[in-house]
């Protein structure tokens, strides 16, 4: 089992302080979501550990099974098992998709034990069968004209092609139809499983409607203000935040 801790987590952009003391613990075998009010530094979570250079982390660690996350450059903390989707610029001209992959596959991998190329071509064909994606989508630029849904469709590709550790997913969810939401989800939940944490942000119940998440977090205000299970999902999409404002007594 691997776990990642988020300690008492403060971080700052352009000298405002926007995360103020965020914890959360994830562990491998786990989904989590985390909801919550426009602004209240949900994005600015998953930059800073992905390790945007915009956002400093001016107190509190980050650690992956107790090897300090923070301290390593960004392609350190894909090679230790995060996966980010914003992590991956969002047009490379003249990479296609299909190299951008393998190359990616190799960096996690030992000198002289990279992915042979038929190994390669049969895993990348039969997952993007399995997410309904287009076959020329691998022989296309990375992200270069693709569509919102495609972008999507994509990031979870890497998801199922890079096998990380812990995936953090921000708003994975957005701007797709409903025939996009279930492909994306379908990947999320094939990825289930001992080897495999993730932490989903979103404003919106209906992707937790296709993938059931073990842990619902509510972010406010820079910290995660509450947790539960699912229901507390269902709670807010018909509630909405307020009563968890009047409950901790938090001024807007
Ligand atoms: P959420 O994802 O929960 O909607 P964000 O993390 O995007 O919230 O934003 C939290 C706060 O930080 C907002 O007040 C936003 O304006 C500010 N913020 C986020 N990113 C930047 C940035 N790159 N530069 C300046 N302010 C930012
Ligand atoms: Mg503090
Ligand atoms: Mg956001």
Redesign the pocket.
């Known amino acids: 089992m691997s776990t990642l801790v988020i300690q008492d987590l403060h971080v700052a ?2 000298g ?1 302080e ?1 995360l103020k003391g965020l914890n959360l613990t994830l562990n491998t075998n786990e989904i989590h979501a985390i909801m ?10 998953a ?1 800073a550990i992905m390790g945007h250079p ?2 400093e982390v001016t107190s509190g660690s980050v650690t992956l099974d107790g090897e300090d996350v923070l301290e390593m450059e960004v392609d350190e903390r894909a090679q230790a098992g995060l996966f980010l989707a914003m992590q991956y610029p969002s047009e490379i001209t003249g990479v296609t998709n299909a190299d951008f992959l393998r190359s990616a596959i190799n960096s996690r991998r030992e000198e002289g034990d990279e992915i042979s190329i038929m190994k390669f071509i049969r895993e990348l064909d039969s997952k993007m069968e399995y997410l309904e994606m287009d076959q020329d989508m691998a022989q296309r630029y990375l992200n270069e004209g693709f569509s919102g849904g495609e972008k999507k469709r994509n990031e979870i590709l890497q998801l199922m092609m890079l096998q990380p550790k812990f995936a953090i997913l ?2 994975i969810d957005s701007g797709l139809d409903i025939d996009a939401l279930k492909v994306v989800s379908k990947g999320i939940n094939q990825m289930r499983g001992e080897g495999f944490g993730c932490l989903i ?1 979103t404003h919106y119940q209906r992707l937790l409607n296709y993938i059931t998440p073990d842990h619902v977090h509510v ?1 406010m205000q ?1 910290r995660v203000v509450k947790s539960g299970g699912p229901e507390l999902a269902h709670k807010l999409e018909a509630q909405g935040y307020d009563w968890i404002k009047e409950e901790l007594g938090i001024e807007d």
């Open positions: 952009i352009d405002k926007i919550g009010p426009n602004g209240t530094g949900k994005s600015t979570l930059s915009k956002y921000d708003e942000i972010m820079g």
